[in-house]
């Protein structure tokens, strides 16, 4: 039997409230200069001041950066670095969605390992620690806090780098705060949240799962699952966002050991060539894929299911699965996911292209069903 193995390097706090601990931390780390990567959009509002005033009466000097774009380019991230170092900072905190949180790992890892950050492109290209980070996710749905990769884009070649270390990529510290979520736009909190939904259901069927991810991939599908719809009608709803936030947190956990499956990687491809949001990729083609993969293992959908509150009891287990493709359509189209790539400006004349670089990113060592080039032209074709 082969040999599994699971951790998790992130602390995690958690609650309403929560990011009143960043006084304590910054003492503990004796941090006297921070480097803040923060979204544009939350500049100023309650919640910034409030974290600026707890670092004020901890005695930090911050240096700001907000000039961060979706999908972060490797220019944004060394203009951020030479802030960072301008400042002198040893501690980052990053408070902003997953482009936020990325361009901080980033920044960290440069501060400690020099280079450019094209340097450090695939897995484990570093080795000494980055500056230590504080991350406060403002939306619920990358687990960029807690996983063990970056994705910055190389403007010049159009794709996007991942840089990978499960152990020294994540935060040193995730504060899981529902009122930092408050002022999402809906669409964002929805698409954000299917990306989340994504990570937990692909982690659950890839090739690579094990009982502990499997147990932890579950409880965050539920999460999901139950609380979208209500966090997405009302981003006051604090209970609905911490366990979206809960939910997204332990889906950004597993989905790093395990690796994700064909969703995440026609997406990729989609979001690059047509400069769509990832979360809103992965929604468009999750459903085609969903219904691709259940032939491979159907136990496990009918698992998801259950997880998403459809009764399956007594059913045979062909049905039960099925049940989880009609939950996965309902849920996006609950949310207002367009139901075609057309929709959203896609064009077909890329798929040949597309399809092929699918294949060349080899995401068979973790999807469930064997994919071919022409699997993968066939299905932006049902997706389109």
């Known amino acids: 039997m082969d040999i599994s193995s699971f951790f998790c390097p992130t602390r995690l706090y958690m609650g309403v409230g929560a990011h009143r601990k960043i ?11 921070m480097f803040i990567a923060i979204d544009a959009a939350l500049l100023d509002s309650e919640f910034d001041i409030g974290i600026r005033r707890l670092l004020a009466d901890a005695g930090v000097q911050v240096a700001t950066y907000s000039d961060i774009e979706p999908d972060p380019s490797a220019h944004t991230v060394a203009k951020a670095f030479e802030a960072c170092q301008a400042h002198g900072a040893t501690m980052l905190l990053a408070v902003g969605g997953g482009s936020t949180m990325d361009v901080a790992k980033a920044v960290g ?116 699952a139950a609380n979208i719809r209500p966090f997405v009608a009302n981003r006051e709803n604090l209970a609905a966002g911490l366990n979206m936030l809960c939910g997204s947190a332990l889906a950004g956990i597993t989905f790093g050991q395990t690796g994700l499956g064909n969703v995440h990687c026609m997406a990729r491809f989609v979001g690059a060539f047509f400069h769509l949001s990832h979360g809103l990729s992965n929604a468009l083609c999750l459903p085609h894929v969903a219904r691709f993969n259940l032939a491979a293992d159907p136990a496990k959908f009918a698992r998801i299911a259950a997880a998403m509150d459809r009764p399956t009891r007594g059913l045979p287990q062909m049905d039960a699965a099925h049940a989880a493709l009609e939950a996965i359509e309902a849920l996006c189209r609950d949310l207002g996911i367009p139901q075609r790539l057309r929709d959203v400006g896609v064009t077909a004349d890329r798929f040949d292209e597309m399809a092929g670089l699918c294949t060349q990113a080899n995401y068979n060592r973790w999807n469930p069903r064997h994919t071919s080039t022409a699997d993968f032209r066939n299905l932006f074709e049902q997706a389109y």
């Open 23 to 33: 006084g304590d931390l910054v003492r503990q780390y004796a941090c006297e200069r």
């Open 109 to 224: 890892i440069l501060a400690t390992n020099g280079g450019r950050i094209h340097d450090y492109e695939g897995i484990e290209k570093f080795s000494t620690p980055p500056l230590p980070l504080i991350a406060i996710p403002t939306t619920a749905g990358t687990g960029s806090e807690v996983s063990g990769s970056c994705v910055i884009t190389d403007t010049e070649k159009n794709l996007k780098m991942s840089i990978r270390h499960a152990a020294l990529n994540p935060a040193a510290v995730a504060i899981l705060d529902p009122l930092a979520l408050r002022t999402v736009p809906a669409h964002v909190a929805a698409h954000s949240g299917l990306d989340a939904f994504v990570h937990a259901f692909e982690s659950f069927i890839s090739r690579q799962a094990n009982l502990v991810t499997d147990a932890i991939n579950i409880q965050a599908i539920e999460l999901i």
